[in-house]
C-alpha cells in the first residue's frame, strides 16, 4: 500500500469513526416521525435511555455560574458542565437571558448522547423585569382578569428571556402574619386561594403550553407549608385532616385542575412526616385521587433536609424515601444523582418509580416543543422587545391601582384635591424605589420602581418632603437580612418641623421589600425601627395624617387606627408603585381592593382568620369563662374581605332559592346593590355560607362567591350567585367530599361581617 493510500484509508476509517459518534450522539431536534404520537416519542426514548440518563432527567441543578463556559475560581461548574454533557441533568434553574440559555442549552442537546433538551426553571412570581405588585397584593384586587394578565406579562416577558418554567403560583393557604411567606401566595381563603391559583396557571400557561410566550406552571408548596408552627419559617407543621381536606389541598386542587405542569413540595413536615417524603401527599392524592400528570419537583434542598428532620439516616436513604414517595425531581440535594442508581440496583427502588418519574418529566418537555424546538425560548428579539414592554407597564400599574386596600377615611380626607395646599410628604419609604418591587425580583434591576415621591411629581402635585429617619442602616441583596435603623432619629426634628407647618402628611411608613419572603417572620407586627416613634412625633405636631403603608403583611395598625385620619395599604405594588399610589391619593382611582388576610389588633391573636370553628363557648356572657382574652378583643382591626371606596354601598333584598337537583344549578341567591354615595365605584360583592349543623362543624362563614359589581353614584344592580351542591358539600375527615342536608344560611356584603342573611331548609 502505497502512502496516498494509507492516507485515503486512515481518513475514511477516521470519517466512519466519526460518523458513528455523530450517529449515537443523537443531534436533537428529536423529530417526530409523521405517524407517531408525543407519547410514542417518549416511550421511544425512555427505551433507548439508559437508567444514569433517567435519573439525570430526574435531577435539577442550580445555575448560578457562567453559563458560556469558563470555570469560575473555586466553582463546581466543570463538573456540572461534565453533567450536562453525561445526560445527567433534566433541569437547571436560575439561568436565564436567552443567550446563556441557548449556549447551555447546546450543550445538552449537541452533545449529550440523546440530547434531551432542559427545563429552566426561575421564580418568576409576580412580574419579571416589569414587576407586578406582590401575589398578596394582587389577590386583594380580587380580579381575577387582571391578576391572571399579570401573569401572563410575567410569562412573555420571562419566555422571551429563556425561560419555560416557573416556580408559582404559591398556593400556600396561611392565617399567620408572622410567616414572612404570607407576601407570596393569595390570603387566607380557600375558596379565594383557588380562584386565583387557577387565574395564574392559566395566565402563565395560557392554552398552549408549546407556544413560545407561555410557561409550565408550579403550584407550590404541597403541603401546609403556610401553617408553619408560630409563623417561623421551615418550622413544623401539625393540622388535623379538617383543615388539611378542606382548607389547604382545595388550591392544589383548583390548580391540577387547571392543569398546572408541576408541583413543588414543601420544606415543612405534615403531622411528622416531611411532606417530600409524604407518600401519602404525593401518591394517593395528588397523582392517585386528582389524577395529576404532570411531575412533583422537590424544594431546594427539602431531600436532603430529611436527614435534618430525623426522617431519613443519610442521603441515600433521603433519596429513596423521597422517590418512593412521589418526588420526581431533585432540586439541589444532589440525592438522585449521587444515589439512586445504587439503589434501583439493590432492588430499593422499582424502575417503574423512575420511569413513571421520567415520563412525567419528559411529558411537559413534550408539552413545551422542546423536543420540536429546543431554543423555542431564546429569541433575541424577542428578548430586546419584550421585557419592560410598555404595555405590560400598563398591566403593571392597572393592577396596581386596583390591589391598593382603603382602611380608614374619616371625614374623607380622601382623595385630596389637585389644588390642596400645604402637603408634607414623610416617611423613608415615600421615596424609596427598590421596596415596592419585594424580595421576589430576580428578573428585574434594583431601583427601577416609581416611587412616591414620583408618583406625585408625575401629576405636578406640590408637596415639601423629608424622610424623618432611615428604615434600614444598609442597603442589601436578597440574600442577607436587612439591617434596621433602631436607634438613628436624627432627621425626626425637621420632618416634626415640617408637619407642624403644614396642612396635611403624608407618612408613607412600613415594611423594606426584604423585610418580608421566604425567611423573613417576624414576633412583632409594628413599623419596624423608629418609624412607630416618627409617627407617633409627627401625630402630636399635625394629626391630620394620612397614611400610606407598605407592607409585605398585614401590619398591626391598631394605634394608627385609633390615631390618623387615613389609611392607605398600598403592599409592595411593583414597578408602578408610585403612580398607583399617586392615583388613590387623588382620586383618579377610587379604591376597590378588598383584604385578602386578616388584619390584628396584636400579635398574640395570631393565628386570626374569619373562617373559625365556634368554640362551645363563643359568648360573651357575664362570666369568665368563655372563649376570649382578657386584656384584648376577639375581633380584628380589619376583617377579611374588608376595604372602603370613595362611595359608599348598600347590599338589600336577598333572596335564596333551591333550584333544581342538578349538581351545578343547586341552589340561587341574589341580592340588591345600590351605590349610596357621590362617586361612582367598583365593589367586591361577597357570598358566605354556613351550614348549620354537620358531622364535622364547619365554620361561622365560608367565602362561595363574589363578583366585581361597577355602580355609578346612585346606580342599583341586582346581584345573582348560582352556588353547586359541592359548594355547600365538606370533605369529612377521610378526604370525602360529602353533602349533608340540613339548615344553611347565606349571607351578602362587602366583606366577612357581612350580615345580611337568608336561610334555608335543603333536604
Ligand atoms: C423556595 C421555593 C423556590 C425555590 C427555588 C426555595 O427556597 O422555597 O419556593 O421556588 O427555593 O428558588
Not at 472 to 497: P, Y
Not at 568 to 579: A, D, E, H, M
Not at 696 to 719: C, H, T, Y
Amino acid at each position: 500500500m502505497n502512502k496516498l493510500n494509507s492516507i485515503i484509508l486512515a481518513s475514511a476509517t477516521i470519517f466512519l469513526w466519526l460518523l458513528m459518534i455523530n450517529c449515537s450522539k443523537k443531534n436533537v431536534p428529536l423529530t417526530m416521525p409523521e405517524d407517531n404520537t408525543p407519547k410514542d416519542r417518549i416511550e421511544k426514548l425512555l427505551q433507548e435511555m439508559t437508567l444514569d440518563e433517567k435519573i439525570g432527567q430526574m435531577t435539577q441543578y442550580n445555575g448560578f455560574w457562567d453559563a458560556t463556559g469558563p470555570v469560575p475560581s473555586g466553582g463546581d461548574s466543570k463538573w456540572k458542565y461534565d453533567h450536562l454533557r453525561a445526560g445527567k441533568v433534566g433541569a437547571v434553574l436560575n439561568v436565564s437571558g436567552a443567550e446563556n440559555v441557548r449556549k447551555m442549552q447546546e450543550v445538552v442537546v449537541k452533545e449529550s448522547r440523546l440530547g434531551i433538551p432542559l427545563l429552566f426553571g426561575l421564580d418568576v412570581i409576580h412580574g419579571h423585569k416589569t414587576v407586578s405588585p406582590i401575589p398578596l397584593a394582587e389577590s386583594a384586587s380580587w380580579d381575577l382578569e387582571a391578576i391572571k394578565q399579570s401573569a401572563r406579562m410575567a410569562a412573555i416577558e420571562a419566555s422571551a428571556r429563556g425561560i419555560n418554567w416557573t416556580f408559582a403560583p404559591m398556593v400556600d393557604i396561611s392565617r399567620d402574619a408572622r410567616w414572612g411567606r404570607v407576601m407570596e401566595g393569595g390570603g387566607e381563603d380557600p375558596y379565594l386561594g383557588s380562584q386565583i391559583g387557577k387565574a395564574r396557571v392559566q395566565g402563565f400557561q395560557g392554552t398552549d403550553l408549546s407556544a413560545h410566550n407561555t410557561i409550565a406552571a408550579t403550584a407550590k408548596h404541597l403541603a401546609g407549608y403556610g401553617f408553619s408552627e408560630s409563623g417561623r419559617d421551615y418550622n413544623t407543621v401539625d393540622v388535623g385532616t379538617s383543615t388539611l381536606y378542606n382548607v389547604i389541598l382545595p388550591p392544589f386542587k383548583a390548580c391540577v385542575d387547571a392543569g398546572v405542569s408541576s408541583v413543588m413540595n414543601s420544606f415543612n413536615t405534615l403531622n411528622g412526616v416531611p411532606a417530600t417524603g409524604d407518600h401519602f401527599l404525593q401518591r394517593d392524592i395528588l397523582n392517585g385521587r386528582w389524577n395529576f400528570n404532570g411531575f412533583v419537583v422537590s424544594d431546594w434542598g427539602s431531600i436532603k433536609e430529611m436527614i435534618d428532620h430525623g426522617h431519613a439516616a443519610d442521603v441515600e436513604d433521603a433519596a429513596i424515601k423521597a422517590v418512593n414517595a412521589g418526588s420526581n425531581m431533585d432540586m439541589e440535594s444532589y440525592a438522585y444523582v449521587n444515589h439512586l442508581k445504587k439503589a434501583v440496583e439493590e432492588g430499593k427502588v422499582k424502575i417503574e418509580i423512575i420511569d413513571d418519574a421520567v415520563r412525567r418529566i419528559l411529558r411537559i418537555k413534550e408539552k413545551l416543543g422542546l423536543f420540536d424546538d429546543p431554543y423555542r425560548y431564546c429569541d433575541a428579539a424577542r428578548e430586546k422587545e419584550l421585557p419592560n414592554h410598555k404595555d405590560h407597564h400598563a398591566t403593571a400599574l392597572d393592577i396596581a391601582r386596583k390591589s391598593i386596600v382603603l382602611l380608614k377615611n374619616e371625614d374623607n380626607t380622601l382623595p385630596l384635591s389637585t389644588s390642596q395646599k400645604g402637603i408634607a410628604v414623610i416617611g423613608p419609604l415615600a421615596s424609596d424605589k427598590n421596596s415596592p418591587l419585594g424580595s421576589w425580583r430576580f428578573g428585574s434591576d434594583d431601583g427601577t420602581a416609581i416611587s412616591v415621591l414620583e408618583g406625585l411629581d408625575a401629576q405636578n402635585i406640590a408637596y415639601q418632603y423629608e424622610k424623618g429617619a432611615e428604615l434600614i442602616t444598609k442597603e442589601t441583596n436578597f440574600l442577607e437580612e436587612v439591617r434596621i435603623n433602631e436607634t438613628d432619629k436624627s432627621g425626626f426634628d425637621a420632618a416634626v418641623q415640617l408637619a407642624k407647618e403644614s396642612e396635611v402628611v403624608i407618612m408613607v411608613l412600613g415594611e423594606h421589600g426584604f423585610q418580608s419572603g421566604e425567611g423573613r417572620s417576624r414576633t412583632k407586627l409594628d413599623f419596624p425601627g423608629v418609624q412607630q416613634d416618627l409617627l407617633e412625633q409627627v401625630h402630636a405636631v399635625n394629626p391630620n395624617i394620612i397614611l400610606v403603608v407598605m407592607s409585605g403583611r398585614p401590619l398591626v395598625l391598631t394605634w394608627a387606627e385609633e390615631n390618623v385620619k387615613a389609611i392607605v395599604q398600598t403592599w409592595q405594588l411593583g414597578t408602578q408603585s408610585g403612580n398607583a399610589i399617586a392615583d388613590v391619593l387623588l382620586g383618579n382611582q377610587n379604591p376597590c381592593g378588598k383584604l385578602p388576610m386578616t388584619f390584628p389588633r396584636s400579635v398574640g391573636q395570631i393565628p386570626i382568620y374569619y373562617n373559625t370553628l365556634k368554640t362551645g363557648r363563643p359568648g360573651p356572657i357575664d362570666l369568665v369563662f368563655w372563649s376570649h382574652y382578657i386584656d384584648e378583643s376577639n375581633a380584628p382591626l380589619y376583617p377579611f374581605g374588608y376595604g372602603l371606596s370613595y362611595t359608599t354601598f348598600k347590599y338589600s333584598n336577598i333572596k335564596v332559592s333551591k333550584q333544581a337537583d342538578t349538581d351545578a344549578g343547586f341552589v340561587k341567591v341574589s341580592a340588591t346593590l345600590q351605590n349610596t354615595g357621590k362617586k361612582a365605584g367598583r365593589e367586591v360583592a361577597q357570598l358566605y355560607i354556613r351550614d348549620l349543623v354537620a358531622s364535622v362543624a364547619r365554620p361561622v362563614k365560608e367565602l362561595k362567591g363574589f363578583q366585581l359589581v361597577e355602580l355609578d353614584a346612585n346606580e342599583s344592580k341586582s346581584i345573582e350567585f348560582t352556588l353547586s351542591k359541592d359548594d355547600l358539600s365538606f370533605f369529612d375527615n377521610d378526604g370525602k367530599l360529602i353533602f349533608e342536608s340540613g339548615k344553611f344560611e347565606f349571607f351578602v356584603g362587602g366583606d366577612s361581617n357581612a350580615d345580611l342573611k337568608e336561610s334555608l331548609e335543603i333536604e
